[in-house]
Each structure stands twice: as C-alpha cells, then as structure tokens.
C-alpha cells in the first residue's frame, strides 16, 4: 500500500498544485478578492519578520541604515532612464485621482475635478524617486558613501501569480547606496551579493550559485545584474535575490553630482539590491515534503511545540505543568545566538489533528507528552526533517542539554539535502541533442519534474537565448561568478565561447 | 545679552515654524517630490524602529499576531459602510489604470486599454478589506477571538501637510479584531487604548489622557472612538492614538458571521485601533526645546554618544582607544531591558559643530573626552535635559556604574516637565467670557501659544461644537474617561451638562 501523505497531490504527481496546497495547508497566505495580492496570514508572516530582523542586522552590519521614501513616483521621474521606464511602464499601478464623488447614477466615481496633473505610478521600485533624494543630499565626496535601506511594498501588475513567488504587491527590502568611484560601487554590489548568498545559505538552507546575469536579463537601467539563483525540488531555477551595479546611469538621467576631492564635479556611482518575500517561497519549495512545509530552525516562528497529550481530565493540570516548565527550560537555552522558540499548543483539538497541523506547518521538533512520559521524565520527540511517524523518547535534561545541538544538525541537513539535490541535477552538457533531451519532459505522469541546471557554453550571443527560450522555455540564469574560463563551442550555435553557463528553466 | 540657541525661530516667536526647523536640524525627515509625501531620514527611521518594536512586543505580550492585507481596496468595498465611504471618498487616492503607453506626442499615459473595470483605492484604513478576509475566516465561536495587526502605509490626501503630523502618506499600525459579544470588544477597545496610554507615557514620556470622542469627531463608521489626547508645547491638543469599537456595524456591512455555542447564527463584534508616524512630531513637540529635538531615552537611536577631543595628532590612538573602550564598557550595561545604546563620533568636524549636531539631534547624554579626562579618568558629561552649556566631569567608573539610572532620571524628568505644563495649563472653565478669555491670543508677539485645555461643562449638543470651533478654532477633544458626573450648564448654551469635557484647540 502506498505511503499517506497529508498534502495532495504530492511533489511528483503534480509540483505546481503541491506548492499551492502546501501554503494553504501550512496556513501562510492565500490570494485575496484584490487581483494578484496575497494575504500573509499570521503564520506566513511570523517568517517573513524573522527573515527581515536577520536580513536587516547584517544590512546594518554592512554599515547601511534604514531610511523611508514616498509610495508614489511622478511619471516623469521614471521617465528619465530610457530603459528603466521601458522595462516597467508594461506593468505599473497608476493614480489618476485624488477624490471620489457621486457619478451619473449615484455611485462613486473617480472625480473629474480631481484628476492629477501628472499621474503617479506606485513604485515598482524606487530608483528614481530616492535619486531625485540623492541629488539633494550629496554635494562633496564627504557625503559619500550614502548606505541607505528602506523595507516597503512594491506593485508589479503581474498577469500571472503564484503565493509569494510572483505577486501584484510584495515586500521587501530595496538597498540604494552612491559611491564616489567606480570601483567602490563594484565591491559594494559583489558584498552585498555575498550577504544575500550567506543569508540564504546559513539562515534558509538554501544553497545559491552567485552569478551575473546575462544583458537580457538585466534590470532595466544596471550596467550589471548580480544574483543568486536556487534549484528548486522540481529543478527549476528560481532567482532569490539581485544586486546591481548601476554604473552611472541613473546618477546622469537624475542628475546626481559631487564634488571630488580635487574639487572637480563628478556623477556618482549607483548601485541597488532587493530581496522580498519570494524568499519565503523559494524556501518552501526548497525544503518543503509531501507532508508540507519544512521550516530551518533559523527561521522557523516556533523551533519546538509542545503537545500536552491528556486522555483523562484528571491528569491534565500534571501534564500541563510539566509541558510549561518544559517551555520555560527549553527557552533559556539558546540557538544562533537567541532563546529558543516555544510553543504549548493546549488547544482542544484531537491529538492527531493537532500533531498534524504542525508538521504542514514545519515546526522542526515536536514533543508530545503525556503521563506515561512524565513518569518516565522524558519527551517523546518527532522531528520535522524525519518521517512523520518516527518518533522517539529522549530522557528530558538530554533532549533540554542538547537542543541547540539537535536544531544546528536540522538547520545543516536540511541545507545539505537541498545542495545534494542542485549537485544531482547539475550537468556539463556538450551537445545540442542533449540539451534538448535534458530539458524534454521524460513521461507523462510527472511533466513537471525534470531537467535542472545544464552548465553548458554560451557564445554571447543573443539569438542563442532565443533558441533556448522559444524552443525549450529554457533560459542562461546566470554566469557564475566562480566559472572557470575554458575554451568552447557554444552548445547551440557552435559559435566560440569562453566559459559555461547556466541554463534552465526558471520560475 | 539674549542667549543665543540653535533653533531659529525660538518656539515663543513661531512655533509652528520651530517644528519645522527642529526636524530639519534634527535631520529626521524632510518633504519629497510628491505632493504632501515625506521622507524619512535615517535618525527620524531609527526613532520610528524604536516605536515600532516596542509597541509591537505590547500587541503580541496582549496575545495579536501580525499579518499583512492588501494595499489596495476595491472601490465597492470601501462603500459597504455608509459613513465610512463618506469619511473616506473625499481623499483618497485613486488607481485607474495598470499600464502605461505612449500617448499621441509620444509622451507616456495611461493606457485606455489598460483600464481597470473597478478603480482601486489605495488605503486610507482596511476595516473593509480585513473584513472581507475575517468573513472568510470566522465560521464558528472557536475561531473567536481572532485578534491581529498589520504594520504598513496609508494615504489619505491630505491639502495641508506636515512633516510627522499630516501626510498623505504616512507609516501606522492598524489592529483588528473580533469577538464573540458586545463585551469582549469593548474590552479589548479599553485594553489597546491602555497600551497606547502607557506607551506613550513610559516609552515617549508623553502625558496622556483617555477618553472618549463626541459623534462629530468619531472614526467613520465607529460606534465609539476612544483616543489619547496630549498638550504640546504650543497648548494645542494633539490625538495620539485611537481605539475604535465598531459594533457590529462592519461585521453587517461586510458580513462576518458565525455561529456561537449553542449554534445560531450571529455577526461578530469588532474593533480597531491604530498608531502612526505621527507619534514622532508628538515626541518632538512635548519635549523639544529651542536648541532641537530632546529624546526620551527609551526611544532614542543612541542614548550616549561619545566624543573624542583631538587637539593634536599625537593624542589621537590614545583618546581613541579610550574611547573605544568606554563605548564597550556602557553597552556592557542595560536601561530599560536592553543594553545602552552608545556611539562613538570619530568623525572630522570642528568639536562645536559636531557637539551641536548630536545637541539638534536630542541625544540623551553626551561625553567629551581628551587627554586631561583620560588624565584624571574621567568623562565630560553633557546632558539633553539640561543646558547645553551645563556639563560636568565625573569619574568614569561613577558615570558607568550610574548610566542606567542617570538614564531613568532623564526619562522620568522629560514626563514630569511634559505633565506639569500640561497640568499649569488645564483649567476648569465655567463661564462664556472666561472660555472665549482662555482662547484668544494674548498678544501680538506671541500669536501662537496661548489657552489649554478647558475643562467645562457640554450639554451634548453638536451645535455647541459647532459655535467653538467656527468662532474660536476649538474642539471637544474628548470626555475624559475619569471624568467625575457633576451637575453643571454648558458653558456655551448654558443647557443641562452631566460632566466637563476638555475643549482645545488641536493639531
């Protein structure tokens, strides 16, 4: 007989609608009545505030601040930078008005006597809107560099979404630094790649290739998209953070100048990054099982839950003692650096139901604790990243002593399960028939699961990527950073090239 | 001589004009390029942070979790609760479209094609969209209470700005809640405004005042707003927060139902309540003085900051190791639960100009230190709620050891000041001339500060509101909570009245 699960379809049987299900299950979000916008719900949430308090100590670390810019950017600021309007213009959420008032039949209608001037787009980013500040606020290269951060929402009109991992509105963190030469804005672009690739690695458990991105799949206006890119389950690519070196672009188009320390005026060199709340999402279907999601210690709102397992009324307030002083043990010790994070789940829910719960939520360890384990002075442990009915009892002052132990190996399992996974599915390939082979679906009962990243040689030349794309949905991810040069023919064209690529198809 | 202070105008010549100069000294935040939208600069971001986790640790110690909703609310939503729409509808900010093209000169324009068949609008409140999202969520008395919040930005186009006070768009935290009965709304209406009371009060040093809000200055749709009502400096009254029990007015609207224990059907009681950006012109306008902002320890960025004196080059590694090492030291101790925030300024300005800097900036404690107090091991104290000329060596290990108390002693003193202004400045007020006296500018060089808060008599009648506010500017800023009945004639009908109420003029 085949294995339950507690999320249909599993991986396998159809990736998509198990990634659905498995946000629904864990009860993180879900989309709202307002087209393409989620609703983070409180579970969703509590990780996304995790991930920003880690994020935000090493911005700060990094000797950046946190700052706040307006929602709204005047159509004519985005007009500035050729390409930065182009690649945004498609997609944006426009203001017209600043009133409603009574129409025709009564209803509410946009006023006409409150039309704006000139509409403003709410931000799909802020380039422009915090140069235009920056032109202020920067006059001598005393005042350089400028490390500002600013956490907020962002609207892209997107036609097709997906919970977290392509949304209408999303959060994040949008990093917008000046620099007075060309090679500081450079090695502040390359450190804060390394910060996205240490906190997606150390904090997630998600392995990450830094690379830079082809000109085709460049943020509109950088001279240079740097990201990190992740394998998810079902082998596709997924870009989980950007930083771009924005040369002196935008400080032309907004005009943002200095004078050096020779007195002569110069442009300053730009550069941002961002990581939002995709995160989450890339970090679900990086760990996530058949049974839900699977939350790295690091980030998980509750490390252990405590399930009091009470089968008579009269052992209840012994059990329930017990499990709140268990808490309150297990919260004076400490994981990465702060208390552990427990929960007593009394809720007057079946136990099944409620164990169940947890594990589609990911909790890494659970303890159910009933009389028999008080007398025993032990907890009876299951842990997230074994399978949901292997369980076992542990002598409490051990399990209480090792704790910090026991969530560094899951944090470091978890991490490595997925990197073993990326390595199993990574793969020179020299030919065109298998590129096109590896990127074929191999049967019809899994079309969703194949391929994954082929390191294969790219000439530089763009109708390649076409090929790729229109031919396969497969498309270069990125250069790596750490590619080493080797002399090659490009698998498409045959054309000359210098060093492999990743391709894959991405979400 | 006239003591000379770094604020231009002083608060008695302009007082309005001194809030601005204050901000802008105190560089926390300035106006964009948007119509009525500020930004907020690192220091004034760091003050809001500071807010922000301590008011977030008292919602979730009161059991709330944080979610996130849209940004936008669909236009039908918003007109579900009658006096909501109309509260609302007159400033709000209207999204029309979803894409730009070029227009007929080649110049970008919304897109006709791109227009939205229902316009969007970008929050001013979500009591409509959360419940939508509540109505989806409550089926049964179980899932009662279910108590959230959500930390995000509004927009409410507002024609007469002000940094921190009135801005179109500004930062808040908006709490929802539902309940089971009449009851436990009203009770949890009653505990937000405690925690707002004794945030402001023992965090920002802000004397507060509860109490409740006449029908003409309620929350659209409230069947009662609660607020915390503060004096600033100019005796104007400002609302610091409010707690708004809705009755059952949005769960009807919107139709959040459930079925309570004996399984009938009911629709359940909900509340809201909502602190914003505002809080940090309320802090600067209670305790500010004519040399800058003055910060609350509790909710400064950085409660000491050293200074090094560097006369000559030879002394420099050694007063800044010292320095250094002092820094370590205080942050080795803890005000408040959390370690002293201290910051070292190495940076190369004259000693006056950057002593004046961190004066503006309101820091609570400041430290000179050059070679004669590394001599005598000792350090130069300066301190914000004194003088700036009024500093005094201590011994270090003295300063050390009392940094936390010394600390204390600051914030209980800023209250205290805060109070007894306040207090010298709140009168009982029984006649028609004496009320009309209380509010009416004394003198021509001093235009703006005059009156208070008059404690007298309404017989709760609007027109009696109406008759103050269109012949002097003043309002019901609410009935106290604590207020004793007792007999008495509206001071300005001279009607019937149960009990005083505070009249003031207000921001």
């Known amino acids: 007989m085949a294995q339950k699960h507690a999320i249909s379809p599993t991986r396998e049987e159809n990736y998509p609608e198990w990634y659905q299900q498995v946000v629904r299950a864990a009860d993180m979000a879900e989309n709202s009545p307002v087209r393409g916008c989620m609703v983070i719900k409180p579970w969703g949430y509590a990780v996304w505030e995790n991930i920003q308090k ?251 839950v405590i399930l009091p397992v009470i089968h008579k009324d009269e052992v209840r307030s012994q059990v329930m003692e017990y499990c709140q002083s268990l808490a309150r043990e297990l919260a004076e010790q400490s994981f990465a650096g702060q208390p552990v994070r427990v929960e007593v789940d009394s809720r007057d829910l079946r136990g099944g139901e409620k164990t169940w719960s947890w594990i589609k939520k990911g909790v890494p360890v659970r303890l159910e604790i009933g009389p028999r384990d008080i007398a025993q002075d032990s907890v009876f442990m299951g842990r997230r990243d074994k399978g949901p009915r292997e369980k076992k009892g542990v002598p409490r002052s051990e399990f209480v002593g090792g704790i910090s132990e026991l969530l560094q190996e899951i944090q470091q399992g978890l991490f490595d399960r997925a990197r073993k996974l990326r390595d199993t599915h990574s793969h020179k390939i020299d030919s065109r028939q298998e590129f096109y082979d590896f990127f074929t679906p191999k049967s019809r009962k899994r079309p969703e699961i194949h391929g994954g990243f082929a390191y294969a040689h790219w000439s530089g030349d763009r109708s390649e990527e076409e090929t790729a794309k229109s031919d396969l949905g497969v498309t270069i991810r990125c250069i790596p950073l750490d590619s080493p040069e080797e002399d090659g023919k490009c698998v498409l064209s045959g054309k000359p090239s210098p060093k492999r690529v990743i391709w894959a198809k991405a979400y």
Not at 108 to 131: C, H, N, Q
Request: hydrophobic share 40%; aromatic share 10%.
């Open 54 to 304: 880690n994020l935000d100590a090493r911005f700060k670390a990094t000797g950046h601040v946190n700052a706040y810019f307006p929602l709204f950017v005047p159509l004519s600021f985005l007009q500035r930078e050729a390409r930065h309007v182009e690649g945004f213009a498609k997609e944006c959420a426009v203001v017209t008005h600043h009133r409603l008032e009574a129409g025709p039949d009564g209803e509410l209608v946009p006023a006409p006597s409150a039309k704006l001037d000139e509409p403003l787009i709410v931000r799909p980013t802020s380039e422009t809107i915090i140069g235009e500040m920056f032109a202020k606020w920067i006059q001598s290269y005393r005042d350089l560099p400028l490390l500002l951060n600013q956490w907020c929402n962002i609207v892209r009109w997107e036609m097709r979404t997906r919970l977290f991992l392509r949304t209408t509105e999303f959060l994040w963190q949008e990093g917008h630094t000046a620099h007075a030469t060309r090679q500081e804005a450079l090695e502040e672009t390359d450190r804060m790649l390394g910060v996205y690739a240490d906190f997606a690695q150390d904090f997630l458990g998600v392995p990450v290739i830094k690379g830079v991105k082809t000109p085709s799949e460049r943020f509109p206006g950088a001279v240079d998209t740097y990201a990190i890119e992740a394998m998810m389950q079902d082998r596709k690519a997924l870009q989980a953070g950007t930083s771009h070196f924005l040369g002196q672009n935008f400080s032309k188009a907004v005009g943002i100048r200095f004078l050096d320390d020779s007195g002569s005026e110069q442009h300053v060199w730009t550069t941002s990054w961002g990581m939002t709340t995709r995160m989450v999402g890339a970090m679900i279907m990086t760990h996530g099982d058949d049974d839900g999601v699977v939350l790295p210690p690091c980030v998980a709102p509750s490390q252990v």
